[in-house]
T-cell receptor, first 115, second 114 residues
Framework: DTEVTQTPKHLVMGMTNKKSLKCEQHMGHRAMYWYKQKAKKPPELMFVYSYEKLSINESVPSRFSPECPNSSLLNLHLHALQPEDSALYLC??????????????FGPGTRLTVL | GESVGLHLPTLSVQEGDNSIINCAYSNSASDYFIWYKQESGKGPQFIIDIRSNMDKRQGQRVTVLLNKTVKHLSLQIAATQPGDSAVYFCAENLRTGGSYIPTFGRGTSLIVHP
């Protein structure tokens, strides 16, 4: 199984809502990532988890809160978002981050719209 | 600013032609360079990578060329097919705090006309 799954595919939320994005992989990968992608732009790294520990936070606002319950799951909790947070949120996984050759496997993304 | 960039935001080709997508990078310390393909409604998909000690690597219908002298990377797609229509990103693996993290360039939209 070389698939990364993400739920939901689409999410519309108000600025006062609390929601969560979910990501799952069963490839035994020990690194998992959250990216934000705006239309016609490259993915921007938000968070990296390595061996279930947060290793990189790219100065992401606290209204985004990641969580890695186990090595197969990655969540992104959303609270008090702004309309400019509307984007495609991509999850990825890789075997690790210690090697320069770390091929990332991406999920299809969650299309988030904040009203 | 970005350390990885692309020269052409859109490339249109006829089916059967060869396509060349270019990428410039600025960090001479990067160890690996990766090309990803992103189709509409999907996440990026790994195509091919190349290590910094190589100058050419071939895959199935794709070839990546690396010119470290001018910090330039290219992806060549032979006999381009309509299914190759997508946005192509180059990425360089930068070592950040002990971890290698890909940094994506701007992307080139490849449009293949039948």
């Amino acid at each position: 199984d070389t698939e990364v799954t993400q739920t939901p595919k689409h999410l519309v939320m108000g600025m006062t809502n609390k929601k969560s994005l979910k990501c799952e992989q069963h490839m035994g990968h020990r690194a998992m990532y959250w990216y934000k992608q705006k239309a016609k732009k490259p993915p921007e790294l938000m968070f990296v988890y390595s061996y279930e520990k947060l290793s990189i936070n790219e100065s992401v606002p606290s209204r985004f809160s990641p969580e890695c319950p186990n090595s197969s799951l990655l969540n992104l909790h959303l609270h008090a978002l702004q309309p400019e947070d509307s984007a495609l949120y991509l999850c990825a996984s890789s075997q690790g981050t210690a090697s320069g050759r770390n091929e990332q496997f991406f999920g299809p993304g969650t299309r988030l719209t904040v009203l | 600013g970005e350390s990885v960039g692309l020269h052409l935001p859109t490339l249109s080709v006829q089916e059967g032609d060869n396509s060349i997508i270019n990428c410039a990078y600025s960090n001479s310390a990067s160890d690996y360079f990766i090309w990803y393909k992103q189709e509409s409604g999907k996440g990026p998909q790994f195509i091919i990578d190349i290590r910094s000690n190589m100058d050419k690597r071939q895959g199935q219908r794709v070839t990546v060329l690396l010119n470290k002298t001018v910090k330039h990377l290219s992806l060549q797609i032979a006999a381009t097919q309509p299914g190759d229509s997508a946005v192509y990103f180059c990425a360089e693996n930068l070592r950040t705090g002990g971890s290698y993290i890909p940094t994506f360039g701007r992307g080139t939209s490849l449009i293949v006309h039948p």
